[in-house]
């Protein structure tokens, strides 16, 4: 009964910028944790960022002080600000809101050339 289509992926040049975006088809996200995951080609699914119910964040360490979590509960949406990307940040990212069950996007695609 909840969709989340996530946008703003895309080509990138190491050291560049992207803003995802996670949009829910209701509001959702102000009552429930939501997360950034992410997975490469050959590795497990990594969680990247959360935003919990009661405001706090946590990062990867391997992407501490370059993303940022964010949420617009009038806009039933989450972002995650990327910057200074790295190769290896190439993945599908994908978000997750945890309620009585959890709702995943479909995915947006990450590369980020050398």
């Known amino acids: 009964q909840v969709q989340l289509v996530e946008s703003g992926g895309g080509l990138v040049q190491a050291g560049g910028s992207l803003r995802l975006s996670c949009a829910a088809s209701r509001s959702i996200f102000s009552g429930n944790n939501v997360g950034w995951y992410r997975q490469a080609p050959g590795k497990q699914r990594e969680l990247v960022a959360t935003?919990?119910?009661?405001?706090?964040?946590n990062y990867a360490d391997s992407v501490k002080g370059r993303f940022t979590i964010s949420r617009d509960n009038a806009k039933n949406t989450v972002y995650l600000q990327m910057n200074s990307l790295k190769p290896e940040d190439t993945a599908i990212y994908y978000c997750?809101?945890?309620?009585?069950?959890?709702?995943w996007g479909q995915g947006t695609q990450v590369t980020v050339s050398s």
């Open positions: 997750c809101v945890r309620g009585y069950v959890s709702y």
């Open positions: 935003f919990t119910s009661g405001g706090t964040t």
